[in-house]
C-alpha cells in the first residue's frame, strides 16, 4: 500500500490521574516510528503544570505510586492536529473533566483519527463523538464507560474497534495492539512488522483477540443470539 506521507501531528490528551502504560505504550511505538517516517507528538493538557498519573481523588485501591509529565501545549493553544490519542486511567473518573469532553467535541471535526485506549473512550463517549458508533474499552470498567454512551454500540469482545476514523481500544496494553494496527493501516505492514521487531514487540493481530471479557463475565448481544 502507498504510505501516508501527509499525516506529521499526532497530540495526546493528558489529565489527572491517566494511565501510564496508556500513553508510554503508543507514544514509545509513535517515537521510534518517527526515526523513519518524521512526526511530530504533542502532549496536550489544561496548563503546562506537570500531569501526574496518581488519581486526583484518591480512593480505596489507587495507587500510591505514580510519575509526572510535562505537556508540551495547552488545550487553548495546540498546533494543528493529524491524530488524537486519548488514554484512560483513574483520572477519567473525575466529576471536573468538562473542559476535556469540550475539547474533545470542539477538536474532533478536524481530526484525521481520533483512537483511545481503555477507559478514554468514556471521555470520547461524553463528547457524544461514539454516538451511532461500535466502540470497546477497558472490561473491568466496561459498564460504567458504556453508561456514558447509551448511544453507542458498546462492543464487549474485542482488543480494538475500528468504526470510521475512531479506533477505540480495550484495557491499558491494548493501546500498543490499536497504536500497531493503526500504524499497519496507514504506513503498511512492512512498517509495523519492522517497528515491533525493533521494540520487541509481539502483535496482536486479531482485533477480536479478547481472553478479558470473559473474565468479567461480559457478552456481546450479538453472542447471545
Known amino acids: 500500500m502507498a504510505e501516508d ?8 490528551l493528558l489529565f ?10 503508543p507514544l514509545d511505538a509513535l517515537n521510534t516510528l518517527s526515526q523513519t517516517h518524521p512526526l511530530s507528538v504533542y502532549l496536550l493538557s489544561r496548563t503546562l503544570d506537570p500531569v501526574s498519573t496518581l ?3 484518591p480512593s480505596t485501591g489507587s495507587p500510591t505510586a505514580g510519575q509526572s509529565v510535562v505537556p508540551t501545549h495547552t488545550l487553548a493553544g495546540h498546533p494543528p492536529l493529524d491524530v488524537l490519542l486519548v488514554p484512560g486511567g ?6 471536573d473533566l468538562e473542559p476535556e469532553v469540550d475539547f474533545l467535541r470542539a477538536v474532533y471535526p478536524s481530526l484525521r483519527y481520533l483512537i483511545t485506549v481503555c477507559t478514554g473512550s468514556g471521555l470520547v463517549a461524553r463528547a457524544s463523538i461514539l454516538d451511532g458508533r461500535r466502540a470497546t474499552t ?3 470498567s466496561f459498564g460504567k464507560v458504556a453508561a456514558l454512551g447509551p448511544r453507542t454500540r458498546w462492543i464487549a ?3 480494538w474497534v475500528v468504526d ?3 479506533w477505540t481500544s480495550s484495557g491499558v496494553s491494548a493501546g500498543i495492539d490499536v497504536t500497531f494496527a493503526w500504524i499497519h493501516h496507514v504506513w503498511g505492514d512492512e512498517v509495523a512488522s519492522t517497528l515491533a521487531v525493533r521494540l520487541e514487540y509481539e502483535r496482536h493481530l486479531d482485533a477480536g483477540w479478547d ?3 470473559a473474565e468479567y463475565g461480559l457478552v456481546d448481544q450479538e453472542m447471545e443470539r
Not at 489527572?16 to 505504550?25: C, E, I, N
Open 5 to 12: 506521507q501527509s499525516l506529521k501531528s499526532i497530540g495526546c
Open 16 to 25: 489527572p490521574g491517566f494511565q501510564a502504560l496508556d500513553v508510554f505504550g
Open 55 to 57: 488519581n486526583p481523588a
Open 90 to 95: 483513574m483520572g477519567t473518573r473525575s466529576p
Open 138 to 140: 477497558n472490561k473491568r
Open 157 to 159: 469482545r474485542a482488543r
Open 164 to 166: 470510521g476514523n475512531v
Open 211 to 213: 481472553p478479558f471479557a
